[in-house]
């Protein structure tokens, strides 16, 4: 399957898009195209399970996918009370806890559907607090929001614990005197399927988390930073695009950002340019991991529709598969964009983009962006365009460019940078950010 099918029949829908699109990224077709490479292979995998081969019906599954192989702490049963509120908790293994933690935590909370944008639903996460007696007025709060695991609820953070390099960078916060509350995200270890890279329901479940540890009898403060990696990136860019009208009454000063993934309508128009279609691509595990977003919102969508039979047991397999490890195998199975898609989800995944969307880029917080040069999964132009477009709508935005570093390696090396970042933000110092002389 050619990547050109997905770009045309998008080109008519598409068109009045473009002028905002130009204001956005600066009219920068490098950008648009950089921006397309992550995004088809994000688009291009949710329907990845057939059914019939389960021997379930097709909407039961979709709604389910990863769900199970966690603790009974994850179930919950009675009545889920308003958002914010904490339902459980549970200590935490060493397995499971972060380096230099004093207490580590498990937590069940309520929050609030935001895929459909009503109704309760439960989710999971952790507190970690430092050594030591705490301030006065109680540890400073980072949020901090993960990057890509999968949509398995046996992937998720509280579940698995953080792979070395987050765990190197979450003690480093908790060194500084940070106490640290982390979601799973809506899905990820609770009842349903993981909504992927949809930004309404991860900011959710971030400021329920908030609320939650907020009213219960932890020593931590009113002032809260955010903080992500990729997925995460874009969940706490999110979280602060949501805030003031869901959850108005949380003090936040900032958020801090690595690895930002940023889709404007425009960047599927120049996808063909962007992507080999023959040579293997380990990052199809995005795209397989994205059709399951399809599936939930669209009931008509199905995967095998899309998906060659080649490449249907491995896209499927994102039900079980963590995403570390599907990389090793989508290159073992030697599988490219040509031979894994016969049709391109065109239509659908319209709908799915309007989800991965943030809410404003006029946030009235300051963002610091770090951002990797070598970095393949959310290239160096993709998140130019996001701090041009943030720029362009007032908000105050600090970047910077690490030369050598790419995707993950860029989250510690800016760390040194970020800290001071957010020990500015939290003692209410003016933060001017470089919007005016950008390094991009």
Same mark, same amino acid.
């Given at each position: 399957?050619?990547?050109?099918?997905?770009?045309?029949?998008?080109?008519? %829908?598409?068109?009045?898009?473009?002028?905002?699109?130009?204001?956005?990224?600066?009219?920068?077709?490098?950008?648009?195209?950089?921006?397309?490479? /992550?995004?088809?292979?994000?688009?291009?995998?949710?329907?990845?399970?057939?059914?019939?081969?389960?021997?379930?019906?097709?909407?039961?599954?979709?709604?389910?996918?990863?769900?199970?192989?966690?603790?009974? $702490?994850?179930?919950?049963?009675?009545?889920?009370?308003?958002?914010?509120?904490?339902?459980?908790?549970?200590?935490?293994?060493?397995?499971?806890?972060?380096?230099?933690?004093?207490?580590?935590?498990?937590?069940?909370?309520?929050?609030?559907?935001?895929?459909?944008?009503?109704?309760?639903?439960?989710?999971?996460?952790?507190?970690?607090?430092?050594?030591?007696?705490?301030?006065?007025?109680?540890? #400073?709060?980072?949020?901090?929001?993960?990057?890509?695991?999968?949509?398995?609820?046996?992937?998720?953070?509280?579940?698995?614990?953080?792979?070395?390099?987050?765990?190197?960078?979450?003690?480093?916060?908790?060194?500084?005197?940070?106490?640290?509350?982390?979601?799973?995200?809506? %899905?990820? &270890?609770?009842?349903?399927?993981?909504?992927?890279?949809?930004?309404?329901?991860?900011?959710?479940?971030?400021?329920?988390?908030?609320?939650?540890?907020?009213?219960? &009898?932890? #020593?931590?403060?009113?002032?809260?930073?955010?903080?992500?990696?990729?997925?995460?990136?874009?969940?706490?860019?999110?979280?602060?695009?949501?805030?003031?009208?869901?959850?108005?009454?949380?003090?936040?000063?900032?958020?801090?950002?690595?690895?930002?993934?940023?889709?404007?309508?425009?960047?599927?128009?120049?996808?063909?340019?962007?992507?080999?279609?023959?040579?293997?691509?380990?990052?199809?595990?995005?795209? $397989?991991?994205?059709?399951?977003?399809?599936?939930?919102?669209?009931?008509?969508?199905?995967?095998?529709?899309?998906?060659? #039979?080649?490449?249907?047991?491995?896209?499927?397999?994102?039900?079980?598969?963590?995403?570390?490890?599907?990389?090793?195998?989508?290159?073992?199975?030697?599988?490219?964009?040509?031979?894994? !898609?016969?049709?391109?989800?065109?239509?659908?995944?319209?709908?799915? $983009?309007?989800?991965?969307? $943030?809410?404003?880029?006029?946030?009235?917080?300051?963002?610091?962006?770090?951002?990797?040069?070598?970095?393949?999964?959310?290239?160096?132009?993709?998140?130019?365009? /996001?701090?041009?477009?943030?720029? *362009?709508?007032?908000?105050?935005?600090?970047?910077?460019?690490?030369?050598?570093?790419?995707?993950?390696?860029?989250?510690?090396?800016?760390?040194?940078?970020?800290?001071?970042?957010?020990?500015?933000?939290?003692?209410?110092? *003016?933060?001017?950010?470089?919007?005016?002389?950008?390094? !991009?």
């Amino acid at each position: 399957m050619a990547l050109q099918s997905l770009a045309a029949p998008l080109a008519a %829908g598409l068109q009045p898009w473009k002028t905002w699109v130009k204001a956005q990224s600066g009219g920068s077709r490098a950008v648009k195209r950089t921006i397309l490479s /992550f995004l088809a292979a994000v688009c291009l995998s949710a329907c990845a399970l057939d059914p019939q081969t389960h021997g379930l019906p097709e909407m039961d599954m979709r709604h389910t996918l990863g769900d199970g192989g966690v603790s009974d $702490f994850y179930s919950y049963s009675g009545p889920i009370p308003s958002p914010g509120q904490l339902l459980r908790t549970q200590a935490l293994t060493a397995r499971q806890s972060v380096p230099g933690a004093a207490e580590a935590i498990r937590l069940l909370y309520s929050s609030t559907d935001g895929l459909a944008d009503t109704g309760p639903v439960v989710v999971s996460g952790a507190l970690f607090l430092p050594s030591g007696p705490p301030p006065r007025d109680g540890w #400073p709060l980072l949020l901090w929001s993960h990057g890509t695991v999968g949509i398995a609820d046996k992937c998720a953070p509280s579940w698995t614990g953080y792979v070395p390099f987050h765990d190197q960078h979450l003690s480093q916060w908790l060194a500084q005197g940070y106490a640290i509350v982390a979601s799973d995200y809506q %899905g990820l &270890e609770t009842r349903g399927t993981h909504p992927y890279l949809a930004t309404r329901p991860a900011a959710y479940s971030n400021l329920d988390i908030l609320r939650a540890v907020q009213s219960a &009898e932890f #020593p931590v403060s009113e002032r809260i930073v955010l903080a992500g990696q990729s997925q995460g990136a874009g969940a706490a860019i999110a979280t602060a695009g949501y805030a003031p009208d869901y959850a108005p009454e949380l003090d936040i000063r900032a958020v801090i950002a690595t690895g930002v993934p940023f889709f404007t309508p425009d960047a599927l128009l120049a996808v063909q340019q962007a992507r080999p279609r023959d040579v293997v691509d380990p990052m199809l595990g995005y795209n $397989f991991l994205a059709l399951t977003l399809i599936e939930q919102i669209d009931p008509s969508f199905t995967v095998a529709s899309y998906v060659s #039979p080649s490449a249907l047991p491995l896209a499927r397999g994102v039900a079980e598969i963590c995403n570390r490890d599907m990389r090793d195998k989508i290159t073992e199975a030697g599988l490219t964009y040509d031979t894994t !898609f016969r049709v391109a989800p065109t239509e659908p995944l319209r709908q799915a $983009f309007e989800h991965m969307q $943030f809410p404003t880029l006029s946030l009235s917080v300051p963002i610091f962006v770090g951002v990797g040069a070598d970095d393949r999964d959310t290239p160096p132009r993709m998140q130019a365009g /996001f701090v041009k477009a943030a720029c *362009g709508s007032g908000a105050t935005v600090e970047a910077h460019l690490f030369e050598g570093y790419d995707h993950l390696t860029v989250l510690n090396r800016s760390q040194s940078m970020s800290k001071s970042f957010a020990a500015r933000a939290f003692r209410g110092e *003016g933060i001017s950010g470089n919007c005016a002389d950008l390094p !991009f």
